[in-house]
Each structure stands twice: as structure tokens, then as C-alpha cells.
């Protein structure tokens, strides 16, 4: 079979090659054709517009990740399955977890160097930080990353809220509730972390009325998509203090293959000092990498072996490719 | 009763007289006299030399926190109790995990700042980091804080290694071992973390031997006693990345009350970059001083009702003052 790999995930083909072992064409490419039609059994890539999807020529469409908002879906040709990964549940878990411990630890209260003059100043005047332990979590979203999130924050002996489309009770948090109630549980929650998907019930979800409704000492963490908060609206709550801090790793623009610059918002969020920002790395782990094209190369061999697919996000139809 | 409160912990006395009422006199001093009679009913002090201690004439010796090697405790009077308290652990298992997760995500190899320029090029090569999961966490000591650590480092999925003075195996771990077999696990261990008491058995434990059988990429972390560590040998391993990394809390010189001018270390450990130094503050939070003065207010109420003592380290003989 012929498999093509798109964009950052070319880097991958040795990788996969190695999974795969012979048998299978393994192609790294930097980007998708401009024009005519996109020939392979196999598409290893995270993005593909409506107008690439139409000359599409492809048995599976292998997104190597979870999300979908990149690829359109809906303008696959008939016979052509689409599948993703997870497996990042693990690194962006740990990732919350060091930015909830971040927070409490207050380091940043303390001097840069501990030096003969600087420890018998400190060493008099400790000053106190806080504890994740007994404080309220509330995690929009609660699917693989919001419960292995909450596994790790309960150990540590916070309270855990799950906010879902219907809010049903789930035995891995204190409280379940609509997202409709969202603003209910706001005044209370010490993190509030976003990690639901991006549709239309979630873009904007966090807002001005939302922020303001916060604690001044709460911390926001970001690890779904940027739009599920509002760009100017987070911007303006973290440079005026109404939230403590926030911790964001998914951003509102995204930087197309070759651009030089391309800020990550309209708004300069590099300049606030109560913002750890970091570039979309929260899940991005060897360890993800070895879990993930491990599963893809499963898939390519059930393909090829009339098998079925996992993780089947768009089911294609009609018969196998003859 | 008199009770008196030494050194940095007179600022705890606002708290200890609202919380015993009326009955209590609560005085803070800066520090005890040079000479003559100690006279309190009860002393709340984490420093008392042999000296010192002979010229004490108090029913309690209180000690704000966990560590006893800085109080002379066999040359207290005979009439008088040593209690302690601990609740740091809480705090201190938090630190570790702060630390831990600090390592695994590499922040320090992405770019300060989130910009126009930067942003591109990280998203282009975005570096992969580690994860805690399934790595190796060895605990040196095992009590009330090594058993807090491992709670929460196994909701990671890290592998616990309990090492103890006899090694009795312990649900909490993994695996147990005597530290005479220290050396055996080394190899093996991603996260070295020193959390024991220090006496004669662990003072100097990990030297340059010890820091040569780790793995490069290793992490140590030291919450116990600075001299648990070999000064010169740790100082050496880190410069000389024999381990990756280290996160120290406690140190090796500490400053006398009043002076101005003193290095934490002989060694310019604050020159190097894969160091992460606090001025031991692990377990210094605002949830901790809440939780110990509870339980000393609730001490010096037994005492003054004769019943017995909490947490008693060193039990006063002959009869309750009369």
C-alpha cells in the first residue's frame, strides 16, 4: 500500500516504516498537491480542506490525532473511511497537573538565585503558598482527558466538577452538571480547565460574563481550543487581573506551512506576566508518538488485511478498493 | 499559661491567642535570652541548644514542626515533653510532583516568549518532552511524606520504590528494599527523591558513588536534610550532568538570626542551570500553619487540663506541675 505522510507528521515515515516493515510505500511530504488529483491508499495528515477532500483518491483518511476541526469530513469521497488517534490523554493530564502546581507553588514570589544575600532574607520571611489540595476543579469537558485529569487532581485532593453537554453523573467527579450551568459553579471553582471539543456549543463558551463570574485567585488552563474562550475577552481578564493567571497551550492562529510570522492572537498575551504560553506542546510526547504510530500502523494492516478499522470517526461506503 | 514563641515562629502568635481564647498568655520573642532561667509553661521553638535546654524550666517543649535535629532533646529537664507536629506533607508531596512534572515537560527548551516570530518556528519544530507515566520514582524514606509522594506519583502510573531502614514491604510501594540495597535500584531510577530523617544512617547516603550509578537523565530531589546529599559530590554531578537535574529545598548552611550574609552552600549551586532551588519552602503554606497551630492550641489545652499529649517525641518524667 501506498501511505503518505503530510506536513509536520513526514517527520514520522521512519517511524512508520519501521511499524510497518516491508510491503508498504511510506511517503513523507511536505504538503498536499495544489492541484490534480491526491492519490493514496493511505492520507497521514491533521489538515484538509473541502476543496483537497474533493480530489481525494484514498481508502483511509488516518488523522494522526484527535481532533477534527481540521479536516473536512463531510466532503470525503463516498468510499473513503476517516480514523484518529488518541493517546494524548496521559501527557496533557500531566501538563494540567504542572500548571495547577505552578500556581499554588507561587515561585515566582520568590528571588531568582538563592545567594549569600538573598537566603537569610527569604529564610526570615517566608512567605506562605498555597495547596492544590482542597481546592475545586472544574473541568469543562469530560471525556479521555477530562477524567484521566480528574484521576490525577483527586489523588492530589481536589474536588473535581464535570461540566458536559447533559451534565450525567460520573462516579470520577463530586459534581456533574450542564453545561447550561456553567456560570452556577464559576464562584467557586479555584481551576477551570477547557477541555471539551470545539462545535458550536462550546466556541465562546468562556466569555467576559464568565471570567467575571470567576474568583480573582482562580486559574484557567486551556488545553481544547483556543475560540472555547473568547480572544479579547481572556486577554482583558488576565491583564486586569479579574482571574489570577491562565495557563494556554491552543491558540487562535495557527501559522500555515512556510509563514515566517504569524502572532498566536491579535492580542499581545506574550507580554502578560500572569500567563504560562506555550506552543500546542501540552500532549506532544515521544511516548504519545510511540502509542500513536503504533495504533496507525494496526490500522494500515487491518486495512490491507479487509480487517476493521479503529477509531472509525466517518465510516466509508460501498465495497473495499479491488 | 505562659507559652512563648520563638524566633520566626513569633508571628504565629496573633493565631495561637485566637484560637485558646482567654486563660493564655501568648508571647512572642525574637529569640530566647542569652542568659538566666527560661521560664514558660510552654515553649514553642524548632531551635533549642544543649545549653539552652539546661537552663529551660517548662512542662512543654513544643516544637512547630517535624524535625527534631534542631532541638537538644536529651538535655531537656526531666519534667519536660517534646511533642511535634507534622502536616507538611501535604505541601511537601505536592512540591515533589511540581518538581517531577517540571522535569518531564522541558518548558526551559521551548522560547521565552510566544510571539510573532517565535511561534512559527516553534510550531514547525516543535520538540517532543517526557512523561512521568511509567517511570521509575524511588523514595528514600518512606513515612508520613514518602507515603503522601507516592499517592499522587502513582496516579501519574509512575512504579514506586520504597527504600527504608528494613525494607518490610509496604502496599504503598511497588517494590521495598533496606537502604543497604540502595545502590542496586539507582540504575533503575528516573526520580530519585530524599525524604527521610537525617541520623547517623543517612547522613552523606548519596555521594559520588551513588550519583555515578544514576541515570544521566535522572532527577534527585532533596526535602529531608541537606546532608543527606554529599555537598561536594552533588554540587559536582549536577555541574558535571553525571544527572540531568536536581530540585533542592533544604540546605547546607543555614543563617543565625540576624545575619545578612550567608551562602546556602559552600559550593555556587546557584550558578547552575539545572537546578531548581527554594528556600525551604516545600511544605510552607498558609493550609499548613492552619493545620499545625490546631493541633498545638489543642496541646496546650490537654496540658493545661492534664490530659495526655499529642504526637509526644520525648515524654517528661515525675508529676505534672503543681
Known sequence: MLIQLIGAHAAQAPRLRALLGAG??????????????????????????EEEAGRLDSRLLQVPGAGLDGVALDALPPGCTACNVFEHEIPIAEYVLFTVLEHVLELGAL???????????????????????????????????????????RALGMRIVAVTRRGQPDAAADRSLPVAQLREVLPETDVLVLCCPLDEGTRGLIGAAELAAMKPSALLVNVARAEVAEEEAL????????????AVDVWYRYPKPGEAECPPSRFPFHDLPNLRATPHISGWTEGLMERRYALIAENIRRLAEGRPLENVVRAGQGREKG
Open 24 to 49: 508498504h510505500e511510506v511517503h513523507p511530504l511536505e504538503r498536499l498537491p495544489a492541484e490534480g488529483p491526491i492519490r493514496a491508499d493511505v492520507l497521514v495528515t491533521t489538515r484538509l480542506t
Open 111 to 153: 528571588p531568582d538565585r538563592l545567594d549569600a544575600w538573598t537566603w537569610p532574607a527569604i529564610h526570615r520571611d517566608r512567605p506562605f503558598h498555597g495547596e492544590a489540595c482542597g481546592r475545586t476543579m472544574t473541568l469543562v469537558g469530560f471525556g479521555h482527558i477530562g477524567k484521566e485529569i480528574a484521576l490525577r487532581a
Open 235 to 246: 486577554f482583558e481578564a488576565l491583564r486586569d487581573r479579574r482571574i489570577a493567571r491562565a
